[in-house]
């Protein structure tokens, strides 16, 4: 895992300080702490980041490559988990051996050779750009889900490319600026953004599953990879079975790692699935598996069990890790940490996220790095399986607005409205909402029950997962912990998305279709237990920690939330008012630390409103 970063000109040569791109590359520091490196030459300028995963002597980038006396040039962020094959089918096709053991060369190569068609044979997670430097074109290309970040802009002839936004600030032509069509992602929809979107004005993301080429004509976008509905006729045990090979395939394939590896073990169904599969692997070998679990100073005595949240963690992971025989830590973030974290979790996201449910996962990962370099983790499953409400309820649907959006008014409704314009923030949103529904694939005459699974599915995939996967890899990256999400192997989402619903939820048990792939790995205990989602603090002293904070920032005269609030609803809210605004976890406390998160992110970033 590293950062990448660059700007190229090909009408001309290339008239700013081309320390710029040291000054890009300092800023994602962060997210590859072994080696940094960089090419130079009159249109183009590239930089990398390197974690060292595998390969670790001979990995550098970035990495060049001669074919029929042309040179390419490659930065690259990610991992790809059928290299031996593609290994194998270049040496086939074009009899080349490699020079090193590491999947950049491969990435490499795969262009080389076979050029658009590189993204769709990779299996894996990734965003790389190469250097033709003979056509003097740039080819970049984004994994299907998203889970390696690459943002870009097209300004006076030269496009600038960078894993973060931060990075993207430090080129000269691009402001730190907001329109209204970002603050109301922020206002509506945050931390999910608009496919494509990098929130600030003018930065944009290559959207999941897409590639580009830019050359002296411009920039042009393709997709290259989309869901398809196809129909599916399967018995649940046929279905099972190969969802069982394809999830034990993806598992396997992600153990391996030339630095420490662990797991993530909430004792939830989607984690241990994962660790029981990786422990058996390890004890093959001989070696046993580290796991980690997470809990909040305090939750023991102010734990409070709701629908979505009906016990704790800490008993079930525990269980499961002396059931595997795993070597497990359970990790406790102290409440002023959570607190305190706030406002590198603002700046890991470059904007106002989730709260304290980024800003302990960034504790958390912190204290993992002491130890290991890769975990492995859940992210993908409740999406992909049928793990949300909205995908049997499907009043949660039909309506205008993202089902995990509780009220679309929570966070608008505290701001003056003449400046952030509700009303045509609230249609232009829901737009969003009701297009993506119409662009769900499905199946004339499907019954309705798969039809809802489907625009569940798609829905889910393709902004709630996204944003989660975001999440993973900002606040895992803050500390140069590379993080992989087995469930993310598109080969699983391609086939469940047709498996009828029937199958998925048989005896109305949500993800029964993993629960009975997976049973002869599990105690029952584990195999059965309801979905409980990644933790929350309970703790009182957090609430009046925000509260306290908040309430100052407000006083001084920096604050943007003092021109912009609407004060009777902040100070409703502050009085105790109930609040649940995004998916399971976010209510009042979380919603006080996100406008400490938003006025934060004003001042550091110097945003301006245009």
């Known amino acids: 895992m590293c950062s990448i970063c660059g700007f190229a000109n090909f009408e001309r040569e290339i008239d700013i300080d081309k320390n710029i791109i040291d000054k890009m590359g300092k800023s994602m520091k962060h997210r590859g702490l072994d080696s940094t490196e960089k090419y130079v030459d009159r249109n183009v300028s590239l930089h990398h980041n390197r974690l060292s995963v595998m390969d670790i002597e001979n990995g550098k980038q970035p990495m060049s490559a001669e074919f029929m006396g042309k040179e390419y040039i490659i930065v690259y962020n990610g991992e790809i988990y059928n290299t031996p094959e593609l290994k194998q089918q270049i040496f086939k096709d074009y009899q080349i051996k490699m020079n090193t053991n590491c999947d950049t060369e491969v990435v490499l190569w795969t262009y080389i050779l076979y050029k658009e068609k590189c993204p769709e044979m990779l299996n894996g997670i990734f965003a790389f750009a190469v250097y033709d430097t003979y056509e003097k074109e740039i080819f970049i290309a984004r994994d299907r889900f998203g889970i390696k970040p690459l943002f870009y802009t097209v300004k006076n002839g030269a496009i600038i490319f960078a894993s973060e936004i931060k990075a993207m600030l430090e080129y000269p032509e691009i402001d730190s600026e907001i329109d209204k069509k970002g603050l109301w992602q922020l206002l509506y929809l945050s931390p999910v953004k608009i496919n494509g979107s990098g929130i600030f004005k003018d930065i944009n993301e290559v959207e999941p599953g897409y590639l580009g080429k830019f050359d002296k004509n411009g920039l042009k976008l393709d997709k290259y990879w989309e869901l398809k509905a196809e129909e599916l006729n399967v018995t649940s045990q046929e279905a099972a079975e190969h969802t069982r090979y394809l999830l034990t395939d993806a598992i396997k394939r992600q153990l391996i790692s030339d630095v420490p590896l662990c797991v993530f073990l909430s004792g939830g169904l989607d984690s241990s699935v994962i660790s029981a599969v990786a422990a058996e692997e390890y004890k093959k070998e001989r ?324």
């Open 287 to 610: 070696k046993t598996l580290s796991s980690y679990s997470f809990e909040y100073e305090g939750n023991k005595t102010s734990f409070k069990s709701t629908l979505f949240q009906p016990q704790g963690d800490d008993e079930y992971a525990v269980y499961l890790a002396d059931y595997l025989g795993t070597n497990h830590t359970v990790l406790t973030a102290p409440t002023q940490s959570v607190v305190n974290a706030l406002f590198d979790a603002t700046e890991q996201r470059d904007f106002p996220g989730q709260a304290d449910i980024d800003s302990s996962l960034l504790y958390f990962c912190n204290q993992v790095k002491n130890n290991h370099t890769v975990a492995i983790s859940g992210e993908c499953s409740d999406e992909i399986f049928g793990g949300y409400p909205w995908f049997y309820r499907p009043e949660m649907l039909y309506k205008d607005f993202f089902p995990w959006i509780h009220d679309p008014y929570a966070r608008i409704r505290l701001f003056d409205d003449s400046i952030v314009n509700s009303k045509d923030g609230y249609e232009y949103t829901s737009s969003i909402y009701k297009s993506s529904i119409a662009e769900c694939p499905v199946i004339d005459g499907e019954t309705d029950d798969m039809r809802c699974s489907r625009i569940a599915t798609y829905l889910s995939v393709n902004y709630f997962m996204t944003s989660l996967l975001e999440r993973k890899d900002r606040m895992s990256m803050a500390s140069s912990l590379e993080v992989r999400v087995p469930f993310g192997d598109h080969r699983i989402l391609e086939y469940v998305f047709n498996v009828p619903w029937k199958i998925k939820f048989e005896n109305s048990t949500e993800k029964a279709l993993l629960r009975n792939a997976m049973k002869d790995y599990l105690p029952d205990k584990i195999l059965w237990r309801k979905k409980s989602p990644y933790p929350k603090t309970h703790n009182p002293k957090y609430l009046e920690s925000v509260s306290n904070i908040l309430q100052n920032r407000i006083k001084s005269n920096k604050s943007i939330l003092s021109e912009m609030m609407n004060k009777t609803a902040l100070e409703s809210l502050l009085n105790g008012e109930s609040v649940t605004w995004f998916g399971q976890l976010m209510s009042t406390p979380q919603l006080l630390a996100w406008l400490i998160q938003f006025d934060y992110w004003f001042e550091k970033y110097k945003v301006k409103i245009v």
